[in-house]
């Protein structure tokens, strides 16, 4: 797009009614090239021959005296540059979940609560040395929403300033990152925190959002397992078991396992039969798009376990989940140990009878 500049009158009247010659040379100044373009009348709009870069042009405005004078005058100078402010800006989480082009500035990436993130910004296009802020530098501001605790939904939720700043051309790196939620508690933190770079109003054109990204953040998962404690002994079967399930990643294998012995982290069990839960399309490739995009809270009844634990002695409970984070390794979100011994229950058993078959004294 051609600039345009607002040439002054000349001063003089007399100068003006004579109409001198006059013109106005453009100076590129990324290349040093000179381009002068006559000037008839007293003035008015001036299109530039040569488009302007980001460097800029000098423009001046000459003009010969009148009459006897044959002086050339420098009436004018303005040093003009390309003002077409644009930003990019990348988020990386661990997680590579994309919704949205990244190429639009108005994706969503999410993350889990406790893990970090980071923000690139490249801010170009700005007039360096110019002494208005609106040309100079393009507003950013990092503002979170809360979702709600149940449905994990932003409908009808106030969005608050987390921080802003004035950025001016150059590369910004933000890492590591973590969420500024205002959360309960730092693990608990639910909602999205977005990132928006303005324009600001300038040229006759009102303040305008150039990119507008978001990150969702999710809760860490956790896990209650009711019916059994730690250290509990066993003398009959297994009771059943409710495993409450709350905040499980959407992109999550998690599974309920048993093994002999006491708790080992790492140790691989025997997943119980129906615990498994699968979620995204990571661990669901045949499905088409992901089978939620949200946080998933549910309760298991096992109530079989004692099938699990058919000899005596120590065994361990855990809840394994995998996510993005960590490459997928295994991350336990509940143990427990316990012990079955049906020997004293056989024990009391022999006893009892023992004493009711006795003859009477």
Do not use: C
């Amino acid at each position: 797009m051609k600039s345009k500049i607002l040439l002054f009158s000349l001063i003089s009247s007399a100068a003006m009614a004579q109409q001198p010659e006059a013109w106005v040379r453009q100076t590129d100044l990324a290349n040093g090239q000179i381009y002068d373009t006559p000037i008839t009348g007293t003035g008015g709009a001036y299109t530039a021959p040569v488009r302007v870069n980001e460097t800029g042009s000098l423009y001046e405005l000459f003009a010969r005296g009148t009459a006897w004078d044959n002086n050339i005058y420098l009436l004018d100078t303005k040093l003009i540059g390309t003002y077409n402010p644009e930003a990019k800006i990348n988020i990386v989480t661990e997680d590579g979940y994309l919704r949205g082009d990244a190429a639009s500035g108005t994706f969503v990436r999410r993350t889990r609560a406790d893990r970090p993130f980071s923000v690139n910004i490249e801010v170009t296009g700005l007039i360096a040395d110019s002494t208005s802020t609106a040309e100079r530098s393009v507003y950013l501001a990092i503002q979170g929403k809360n979702y709600d605790a149940t449905n994990y939904s932003s409908l009808n939720q106030a969005q608050y300033l987390i921080g802003e700043a004035n950025l001016e051309n150059g590369t910004y790196n933000f890492s590591p990152l973590y969420h500024h939620l205002t959360s309960p508690t730092f693990s608990s933190g639910n909602g999205e925190q977005t990132f928006t770079i303005v324009r600001y109003a300038a040229y006759q054109v009102p303040d305008t959002i150039l990119v507008q990204p978001k990150v969702e953040i999710w809760p860490v998962a956790s896990t209650t397992v009711s019916n059994v404690t730690e250290n509990q002994v066993f003398i009959d079967r297994i009771p059943p078991l409710v495993v409450d399930l709350n905040h499980l990643y959407p992109d999550s294998r998690t599974y309920v396992q048993i093994y002999k012995g006491g708790q080992v982290l790492g140790t691989t069990g025997t997943l119980v039969t129906g615990t498994e839960l699968l979620f995204g399309s990571h661990y669901n490739p045949a499905t088409t798009g992901d089978s939620t995009n949200v946080p998933q809270s549910l309760s298991l009844s096992i109530t079989d376990l004692s099938n699990y634990a058919a000899a005596d002695g120590i065994y361990t409970l855990e809840v394994i989940t995998h996510t993005p984070f960590f490459g997928r390794a295994a991350e336990r979100l509940y143990h427990v140990t316990f012990e079955v011994d049906r020997v004293i229950t056989s024990r009391g058993q022999i006893s009892t009878t023992e004493v009711s078959s006795a003859p009477p004294p």
